[in-house]
């Protein structure tokens, strides 16, 4: 038992670790296989109530604040990554950046159909010269009476291939520079946008990205998430989150491969004994322990002064940039414990590691997570 969480949030940790365990681990090498999440294990994630969970209630959502979400969504990262991915990519940034920027027409519009997965959503930010720089975004917005017409591209864009809405970001007054960013809601069948083919990745096979393309996209005005100029304050602000979801996952990740690192560790025998009476081997396993657990206290604590209202830039950019080089570690270690076996496909372990080499890149690499860091501290330097 944690002692951090209360007990509705260990009700909730079992129950998600029971449907993981049930529904989707037999689901899991099937969908590498595949490159396709079924439809029904969409349909039970979504019965269970894993797209909703840390959003309010009264938009459709489960409740359970932050806290509630990265609790979830750590015991949902044991099996393929891509679970989450879709979950993360639809309600966790789709939905929040609606849930931030609103306003309350739009968030009745789209929230309760995101947060049951009744639509598939997207969040449509990076470019293909406008990545960790998102501030100079080349897409634009012209104003046209009541609707924007909208020109540009967006890249590897999450869910992009099965989303049914996207939240995209364009500048509407690019002389204004990052300040003319706006976000609107553009639903799949909009005239003028174009679908690239899902995206062959190193990784993360299951979840499906694609180029976007707008070719003078008509968006009526209505579609516009928050007012004209809040679109980059809105994508910051729905990064913090998203940062936070993907520390969560790292830590559920990289504790699933330290388990399996320790049974591998105790039944394999060389020269006459456990692997686990090396020196060595306990020092690997050891490290990955530690910085587990203080990376899972950095999401609890992370996650917790969000649901107290606190901004949590600095906290989420720390979070997201020890969890994922935790798990880049960890599944490294676990490779090496696992020996020729874990390099093979026939084992997960080498799914695993291929999965995680993505989390220090998406959502702001680790470099840019740096900067994030060092910018609040010596902001009054």
């Not at 998600?16 to 090498?29: E, N, S």
């Not at 924007?148 to 291939?161: M, R």
């Not at 190193?202 to 998430?225: I, K």
């Amino acid at each position: 038992m944690n002692p951090v969480l209360p007990d509705d949030l260990l009700l909730l940790q079992r129950s998600v670790r029971q449907f993981v365990d049930a529904a989707l681990a037999p689901l899991a090498k099937q969908v590498e296989e595949r490159d396709e999440i079924p439809r029904s294990a969409i349909d039970a994630m979504a019965e269970a109530g894993l797209f909703g969970v840390g959003h309010p209630e009264g938009w459709g959502g489960q409740g359970f604040g932050k806290l509630g979400y990265c609790v979830a969504v750590e015991q949902l990262a044991r099996v393929n990554a891509s679970f989450w991915n879709i979950v993360g990519g639809s309600s966790g940034l789709c939905g929040t950046a609606i849930a931030v920027g609103g306003p309350d027409e739009v968030r009745r519009r789209y929230l309760p159909q995101l947060l049951s997965a009744r639509k598939i959503g997207a969040y449509a930010l990076s470019e293909p010269g406008a990545g960790s720089d998102a501030g100079s975004l080349r897409t634009a917005a012209r104003r046209d009476r009541d609707d924007y017409v909208i020109s540009g591209a967006k890249t590897f864009i999450t869910n992009a291939p099965i989303a049914d809405l996207f939240v995209i970001f364009a500048n509407a007054a690019p002389d204004k520079g990052s300040k003319g960013i706006t976000a609107f809601v553009v639903e799949r069948a909009a005239p003028g946008l174009e679908i690239g083919p899902n995206d062959e990745k190193m990784g993360l096979h299951g979840s499906t990205t694609a180029q976007l393309f707008f070719n003078d996209m008509r968006v009526p005005a209505t579609q516009r998430v928050g007012d004209e100029g809040d679109g980059f304050k809105i994508a910051l602000a729905t990064l913090d989150f998203g940062r936070l979801g993907l520390a969560a996952h790292s830590v559920g990740a990289a504790q699933r491969l330290l388990e399996a690192s320790v049974e591998h560790a105790r039944t394999r025998a060389q020269f006459g004994k456990p692997i686990a009476a090396n020196q060595g081997i306990q020092w690997l396993i050891a490290d990955a322990a530690t910085e587990i657990h203080a990376a899972r206290l950095m999401v609890y604590d992370a996650a917790s002064r969000a649901d107290r209202g606190e901004r949590i830039t600095q906290r989420a950019a720390m979070t997201k940039l020890f969890a994922t080089e935790t798990l880049g570690r960890v599944a490294d270690a676990a490779v090496q414990i696992h020996g020729g076996m874990g390099y093979m496909r026939e084992l997960w372990i080498e799914r695993a590691y291929r999965d995680a080499r993505i989390a220090r890149i998406y959502e702001g690499t680790s470099e840019i997570q740096r900067l994030v860091i060092a910018a609040g501290l010596l902001a009054d330097a």
